[in-house]
């Protein structure tokens, strides 16, 4: 894990288990903006902090009992979207088709493992982004990274780079567009779909945190993860996500140890409640067979009953000779089936699959059917962030995990 910008956050806006009566401890946060505009970002949290949220508790609490079916073996988890959302981004277009491609992978997984198929979108608030450095250079200039549409605009200029409070303004409202339309689109279905992304900004999480009859939410998404960079044990991430009623998911990197898992478990599920924990498990092809099996075995150890979700994507990303970040789809696979091999070995159920992916036919994962070649990488290469599948690839990857779950019958437990 990369600590780059950190700052010291205040304590949890509610005690955390045997805390209560405690005063709040500051907690380094890592990853956070530098702010320059103090007194903007103060206004603009506290413009956030009285208008509605996103969402509503008692549809976090259905998503946690729909989370729970997984962890029990009686259903499946598909989570997908953008690696980074951008505001100009949120067109119609793009998300039908996201919506889309989700819905046919799931119709896909569905069958192939006859059982319900949970829908997430990495959408509708998934503007903000770890960097593993906190500056960038070009052509001799450095200039502070792109930070995600929430913090900073991706164009390489000093202005553009500059962290600007005002945006979490906007990034409210955008997500607030893509999930009128996210609506209409399910409602048109009949069907179910949930909204989550990267809990990162605290100081946009927070604002849209509300103390709700039936506890203490945020309310900016049904769904949020902590990342692979910000979830040290003692920070300020885990600590927030801790103090939230909403189902929450941490990534699993390759560097996990176990008692840092268990550490999680005790903190963030202490009750034990299935579907209140999911864990990314982003391991790489390389490292998923060796490494999961030891996390996975502890932690069922433990009593808690966490959704095991693979994210086949963030361990498989390399830099072509050319300068593109790409991922080989067959790699992909590979970790996919690495994840399944282990969940097998241990009988115990592999969850689901959180993908980085687009509807669009963009051209930044190599492979498929027909293959995308190094060749044709720059010819639609659009993401803001990591390389996404485009449809195509989605289906042959959601036809794997059909394939997978046909050949492996979930446990259920
Ligand atoms: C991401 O999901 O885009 C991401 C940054 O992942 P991770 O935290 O697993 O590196
Ligand atoms: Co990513």
Redesign the pocket.
Known sequence: MTDTISTTFPGPTVPGPGEAGATPRPRPAAQQPDWPDRPVLRAVTEELAALPGLVLAEECDRLTDRLAAVARGEAVLLQGGD?AETFDGVTEEHVRGIFGTLAEMRALIAEGARLPVVQVGRIAGQYA??RSSPWETRNGETLPAYRGDLVNGLAFTSRSRTPDAGRLRLGYRVSATTLNLLRALAARRDGEFWTSH?ALVLEYERALTRETPSGVYDLSAHLVWV???TRQPDGAHLDFVAGIRNPVAV?L?PTTTADEALTMVDQLDPDRTPGRLTFIS?MGADAVRDRLPELVSKVEASGARVVWMC?PM?GNTFVMPSGYKTRDLDRVMDEVRGFFEVHAGLGTHPGGLHV?MTGEPVTECLGGTPPVTPDDVPIRYETA??PRLNRRQSLDLARVLAELYTEQPPCRR
């Open positions: 690696c982004k770890p990267e990342g692979e960079r990534k990197g982003r994210d963030h980085e962030c990591d």
